[in-house]
């Protein structure tokens, strides 16, 4: 199946701190890769849908200056968590589709974000 | 607004017992349902069902769809410690990003 790589898996940081997540498909290109975040014992919320080369499509209640989504190439997605805070602290996934319709997901290992 | 409701939102059994998982679901224009594995890390994919009354199966586990009442089951039989986790429903429509349901967690205890 396809492989979709997210890094790091851990970041432990102060509060203020800027901190980025990579999300690459290994053997596939992506056009669209989907962001979410997830509270403990609750189910996935989808941030926002990163598109190549153009703005990412936030989900409604998601601060754009506060979570920079770039999505630079085919391959790779980028969340930045932009002056992070306590409340930011959350695992975060990655998702990226190989059909257009995007209905088969694959999806990262998760990034586990706990800022001090 | 689309929704997806899983239910029980968790479940203890027994190894060796046979468990069936339900997803039912209100979205527009409806294209397919997935079912998802979440262990600790990243959900992983277990089936895609976009026609109703075909049964899917791989080895233990099987999920089937019903369009008309608009759900979805997943069975899995003769439950081990390893089937552990927390199994995601998810409905695609259109050209929207899926809809997770909240999930079930199933604990299977030796």
């Known amino acids: 199946g396809a492989v979709v790589s997210q890094h790091p898996s851990r970041v432990i940081c102060k509060s203020g701190t800027s901190v980025k997540i990579e999300c690459r498909s290994l053997?596939?290109?992506?056009?669209?890769m989907f962001w979410y975040r997830q509270f403990p014992k609750q189910s996935l919320m989808l941030m926002a849908t990163s598109n190549e080369g153009s703005k990412a499509t936030y989900e409604q209640g998601v601060e754009k200056d506060k979570f920079l989504i770039n999505h630079a190439s085919l391959t790779l997605s980028t969340l930045t968590v932009a002056s992070a805070h306590p409340e930011d602290s959350s695992f975060y996934i990655c998702s990226a589709s190989w059909d257009r319709n995007n209905e088969k997901l694959f999806f990262g290992s998760g990034t586990q974000l706990s800022v001090l | 607004e689309d929704k997806v409701v899983q239910s029980p939102l968790s479940l203890v059994v027994h190894e060796g017992d046979t468990v069936t998982l339900n997803c039912s679901y209100e979205?527009?224009?409806?294209?397919?349902l997935l079912w998802y594995k979440q262990e600790k890390k990243a959900p992983t994919f277990l089936f895609m069902l976009t026609s109703s009354g075909i049964e899917k199966k791989s080895g233990r586990l099987s999920s089937i769809l019903d369009k008309k009442e608009l759900f979805s089951i997943l069975n899995i039989t003769a439950t081990q410690t390893g089937d552990s986790a927390i199994y995601l429903c998810?409905?695609?429509?259109?050209?929207?990003?899926?809809?997770f349901g909240k999930g079930t967690r199933l604990s299977v205890i030796a």
């Open positions: 053997d596939f290109q992506a056009t669209t």
């Open positions: 979205v527009t224009n409806f294209r397919s």
């Open positions: 998810a409905v695609h429509s259109g050209n929207t990003p899926l809809v």
